[in-house]
Every structure is written in structure tokens, then in C-alpha cells.
């Protein structure tokens, strides 16, 4: 097992609520294989002291993780990753990750600003999302 492997970080400028960055970012952890199946998440102690954040914020993403699936809180044990999410594959998402960098480096290259490109990818996946949406109403 894999006990401190994942450090939460809380960004307050983004509007996110804590506990949600708490959820993504385990996801996004095992995505990437930093934590596989049978790791701990950091206590919710831990969590609290790395990330300057009250334990109940830190309890509610736990729990969001346990209703997903992904987590279990065991007795005396700690929090356990007991599943992955939807489409886990940590190969994959490196290999889509280091294309998605290697067009966001070239976009700073050409001047773009990180705000610019951040708005342009979120603003590509909504469009996408909703193309596909359209696709799949009218496959029926």
C-alpha cells in the first residue's frame, strides 16, 4: 500500500467548494495511477493540517468518495481505495495528457495566456459534451 502518496492542495480562488477539489483530485490520482486499488487516502488529520481546512469539509469528500465507490472507511484501518471511476485508465490519460501539455506550451508559445487557454479547453469540452449529447438523442 501506498500510505502518503497523495497530498491535497486547496485553490480558494476558484469558487470550487474544498470538498469537491478533495473529490477531484483523488479521481484525478487514480486516473493517473498515483493511488491504485488497496492505497490509503492521507488521514483526515493529515488533510486538515496540509490543507488549513475544517475536518467535516474533509469527512464530506470522504464520504462523496465512499457513495461513488471509489472509497471505504475502514475502523481503525483508515480510508481505502476499493474501486476506480468510470474509465480509469492510467496509461491512457498519460498519453492524452502529455498531447493536451504539449498544445497548451505551444499556445503560450504563440502567446496565449493561461486564463485564455484554461477558458478555450473548458469551453472546447462543453461544446464537445453537447455535440455528443445531440449525437447520441439522435442515434435512436
Known sequence: MNEGK????????TGVPPYLQIVEQAIEALHIGKIVLGDHLPSVSEVVRVAAI?????????????Y?????????????IVGLP?????????????????LLLQGRQDGLSWETLSHLANSTIRYSKA??????DNSY
Open 6 to 13: 497523495l497530498h491535497f492542495s486547496i485553490d480558494r480562488t
Open 54 to 66: 475544517n475536518a467535516n469539509t474533509v469527512m464530506k469528500a470522504y464520504r462523496e468518495l465512499e
Open 68 to 80: 461513488a465507490g471509489i472509497a471505504k472507511a475502514l475502523q481503525g484501518v483508515g480510508t481505502v
Open 86 to 102: 468510470q474509465g480509469a485508465n492510467p496509461e491512457l490519460f498519460e498519453a492524452y495528457r502529455q498531447r493536451i501539455e504539449s
Open 131 to 136: 455535440k455528443e449529447a445531440v449525437n447520441d
